[in-house]
Nanobody, 122 residues
Framework: QVQLVESGGGLVQAGGSLRLSCAAS????????MGWFCQAPGKEREFVAT????????TYTDSVKGRFTISRANAKLTVYLQMNSLNPEDTAVYYC???????????????WGQGTQVTVSS
């Protein structure tokens, strides 16, 4: 059973950057696509980015294209989300999860982490 733990969130001013990490347990990490999602207060969980098993395919929601970069280090059992040019609308709890395919559909993911809070001040 793969368990996921997110870290790297915090408070940052608009225009700043953060790098989120999602550390996995278990040797099967490289068998899974990984995704990042966010949930703001009063809103549903939304897709942010996904990466396939070998890192050769990535896709992003439109609002973060050109600002966020998803990557993974299979040897370190970790997936990252580099977040640049942050704005207050990015404020949310960010979660990582695994899937058998790199998809934008959150229902295809499981083993959700506990989330890490990102707060962007104006």
């Amino acid at each position: 059973q793969v368990q996921l733990v997110e870290s790297g969130g915090g408070l940052v001013q608009a225009g700043g950057s953060l790098r989120l990490s999602c550390a996995a347990s278990g040797r099967t990490f490289s068998n899974y696509a990984m995704g990042w999602f966010c949930q703001a207060p009063g809103k549903e969980r939304e897709f942010v980015a996904t990466i396939n098993q070998n890192g050769g395919y990535t896709t992003y929601t439109d609002s973060v294209k050109g600002r966020f970069t998803i990557s993974r280090a299979n040897a370190k059992l970790t997936v990252y989300l580099q977040m640049n040019s942050l704005n207050p609308e990015d404020t949310a709890v960010y979660y990582c999860a695994k899937s058998t395919i790199a998809t934008t559909n959150p229902s295809r993911y499981n083993s959700w982490g506990q989330g890490t809070q990102v707060t962007v001040s104006s």
